[in-house]
């Protein structure tokens, strides 16, 4: 049984949602706060890491699959690391041309 919707179920709920909608995917990591100042120059790297496996994680759940099922291609995947005051933001954007009009 394939979880793909067929293609005018598609069409008619791309009518439902203007062009320009964004569909926003966010997943968040929390850093320990730095003990000591060494571990506090190591911050911005464990903050780079923390990020980048945020949208790891968005992709493993299949948090992404999920939308496209559902006819929606104008997506933004974030990942966000904090450190009590101090975070780090990562992104992807995943816009899928469907339309078959000629350029």
Do not use: W
């Not at 793909?4 to 909608?21: H, N, S």
């Not at 559902?70 to 904090?82: S, W, Y």
């Amino acid at each position: 049984m394939s979880r793909e919707a067929p293609a005018p179920f598609c069409e008619k709920l791309r009518g439902q949602f203007p062009r320009l909608t964004l569909h926003v995917l966010r997943q968040f990591k929390q850093v320990p706060l730095p003990a000591n100042k060494k571990e506090t120059e190591n911050l911005q790297n464990a903050l780079n890491k923390a990020a980048q496996e945020a949208l790891r994680q968005i992709d493993q759940q299949a948090y992404l699959t999920e939308l496209k099922q559902r006819c929606l291609t104008n997506i933004l995947k974030i990942g966000l690391a904090f450190s009590g005051k101090r975070f780090r933001i990562t992104y992807e954007q995943i816009v899928e041309n469907t339309s078959k009009s000629a350029r």
